[in-house]
Antibody, heavy 112, light 112 residues
Framework: QVQLKESGPGLVQPSQTLSLTCTVSGFSLTSYDVHWVRQPPGKGLEWMGGIWGDGSTAYNSALKSRLSISRDTSKSQVFLKMNSLQTEDTAIYFC??????WGQGVMVTVSS | DVLMTQTPVSLPVSLGGQVSISCRSSQSLVHSDGNTYLHWYLQKPGQSPQLLIYRVSNRFSGVPDRFSGSGSGTDFTLKISRVEPEDLGVYYCLQSTHFPWTFGGGTKLELK
């Protein structure tokens, strides 16, 4: 059974760095791509970036300078790090396997 | 970036009725491998998006045949027949042919 679960701090201060973890089960990270998608409150979905089975990555150009996605295959975890956070980064952050299976999402609020 | 334009933004429906949602892209979604990576999602309130249709017209596992997708190139349609209460929510199209992946703005399906 494929499962993904996001974890991380619910509150981040402006200008700080966001670190999120997506812990997966039921599949191997070396065989499937995992992506991060975010959704500001009451708004639409934005693809942030992804990491493929071979370890290659791709990022949304609007976020590329601030964003890093990596993984630890031995722990079945995918990581998101984004620096210089601003209030407009307040959103629900989802991880998804190939767009077909999704985690429940984690709400991140950027506020002092 | 590929702009995905969804219409309408809001779609009132009666239970048992039929509706269509349009998704148009600013450039062709035909990949160099010959596939067209246009997908449809439903997001119910407080939930993660759920995949309905992948690659234009393929229903995802467990999706009832009341849902059908069609289209080609830059013009795509999702049709829902015999609308049921569990079909209400926001529908999104997603293109994953070009980087960055981009979502449509969403169509809210609600009761008349």
């Amino acid at each position: 059974q494929v499962q993904l679960k996001e974890s991380g701090p619910g509150l981040v201060q402006p200008s700080q760095t966001l670190s999120l973890t997506c812990t997966v089960s039921g599949f191997s990270l070396t065989s499937y791509d995992v992506h991060w998608v975010r959704q500001p409150p009451g708004k639409g979905l934005e693809w942030m970036g992804g990491i493929w089975g071979d370890g290659s990555t791709a990022y949304n150009s609007a976020l590329k300078s601030r964003l890093s996605i990596s993984r630890d295959t031995s722990k079945s975890q995918v990581f998101l790090k984004m620096n210089s956070l601003q209030t407009e980064d307040t959103a629900i952050y989802f991880c998804t396997r190939s767009g077909s299976s999704w985690g429940q999402g984690v709400m991140v609020t950027v506020s002092s | 970036d590929v702009l995905m334009t969804q219409t309408p933004v809001s779609l009132p429906v009666s239970l048992g009725g039929q509706v269509s949602i349009s998704c148009r892209s600013s450039q062709s979604l035909v990949h160099s491998d010959g596939n067209t990576y246009l997908h449809w999602y439903l997001q119910k309130p407080g939930q993660s998006p759920q995949l309905l249709i992948y690659r234009v017209s393929n229903r995802f596992s467990g999706v009832p045949d009341r849902f059908s997708g069609s289209g080609s190139g830059t013009d795509f349609t999702l049709k829902i027949s015999r609308v049921e209460p569990e079909d209400l929510g926001v529908y999104y199209c997603l293109q994953s042919t070009h980087f960055p992946w981009t979502f449509g703005g969403g169509t809210k399906l609600e009761l008349k």
